[in-house]
C-alpha cells in the first residue's frame, strides 16, 4: 500500500502569491492533519480533518485554511505569501483522530522569496 | 495543552542503550504519550505510545511512572541509523473534541557515533 504522498515535493513562490499544497492519505485513513515545520524546530499542528470536517485548528492566521475531499484526500492553502512562511509543510493520515498514530508523507518544501 | 520538556541533544555510541526522558508536568488524564523518530527532510516516524505504566515494541520501551509527570523512551543497543530527531507529544485521545490537539517540541537530537 502507498504511504501518504504530498505534491508537490518542491516549491518556490513570491512574496504575495499563493499556494496549494496536496495531500492523499493512506487508503482507509479518514483523519488529515497538516503541519509546519521550520527549519531547526518541531512540526507545528496547522489543521486537522476527520470526516471531511474540520476537527482542529492551530494558531496560525486566516491566511492558512485548507479542506477535505469526499475522497479524504486534502488541501492546503496559503494567502499573501510572507517570506516567514517558507518551510517544510507535512501532512500525516490516521485511522481516528490526530493522537493515535499518525503517518506522515515526505512533505512540501515550501520557499517564499 | 499539556507542554513537554526534552533534553536538547544527546550523544551515545554504537551498541549502548539509550534513554530520552520527557517531562510533562500538566499531562491530562485524557492524554496518552507518543514518540516520533525524524530524519532530515524527512517527515516523522512512529515509534511508540502508551499510557501508563510500561509498553514495549520490536523496537523501543516506553517508561511511564505511576504519577504520569514523565516518561522515559528506551531505544536499546543503538546504532549510527538512530541518528535523529526523538520528540515527545502529549495530546488527548478523544478525536471527537477539538481539545485532540498534539504539539511537536524542538526535540531531542540523539547522535549516535562509531
Known amino acids: 500500500d502507498a504511504g501518504v504522498t504530498q505534491s508537490p515535493t518542491h516549491l518556490i513562490k513570491t512574496r504575495g502569491q499563493q499556494v496549494t499544497l496536496r495531500c492523499s492519505p493512506i487508503?482507509?485513513?479518514?483523519?488529515v492533519s497538516w503541519y509546519q515545520q521550520v527549519l531547526g524546530q518541531g512540526p507545528q499542528f496547522i489543521f486537522q480533518?476527520?470526516?471531511?470536517?474540520?476537527?482542529g485548528r492551530g494558531n496560525f492566521p486566516d491566511r492558512f485554511s485548507a479542506r477535505q475531499f469526499p475522497n479524504y484526500s486534502s488541501e492546503l492553502n496559503v494567502n499573501a505569501l510572507l517570506l516567514g512562511d517558507s518551510a517544510l509543510y507535512l501532512c500525516a493520515s490516521s485511522l481516528y483522530g490526530q493522537n493515535t498514530e499518525a503517518f506522515f508523507g515526505q512533505g512540501t518544501r515550501l520557499t517564499v522569496v | 495543552l499539556a507542554k513537554t520538556t526534552q533534553p536538547i541533544s544527546m550523544d551515545s555510541y554504537e551498541g549502548q542503550e539509550v534513554n530520552i526522558t520527557c517531562s510533562h508536568n500538566?499531562?491530562?488524564?485524557?492524554?496518552?504519550i507518543t514518540w516520533y523518530q525524524q530524519f532530515p527532510s524527512q517527515g516523522p516516524r512512529f515509534i511508540i505510545q502508551g499510557y501508563k505504566t510500561k509498553v514495549t515494541n520490536e523496537v523501543a520501551s516506553l517508561f511511564i511512572p505511576a504519577d504520569r509527570k514523565s516518561s522515559t523512551l528506551s531505544l536499546p543497543r543503538v546504532s549510527l541509523s538512530d541518528t535523529a530527531v526523538y520528540y515527545c507529544?502529549?495530546?488527548?485521545?478523544?478525536?471527537?473534541?477539538?481539545?485532540?490537539?498534539?504539539?511537536f517540541g524542538d526535540g531531542t537530537t540523539l547522535t549516535v557515533k562509531p
Open positions: 487508503s482507509g485513513h479518514k483523519s
Open positions: 507529544l502529549v495530546g488527548d485521545y478523544s478525536y471527537n473534541t477539538n481539545a485532540g490537539k498534539s504539539t
Open positions: 480533518y476527520y470526516e471531511k470536517e474540520e476537527r
Open positions: 500538566n499531562i491530562a488524564t485524557n492524554d496518552y
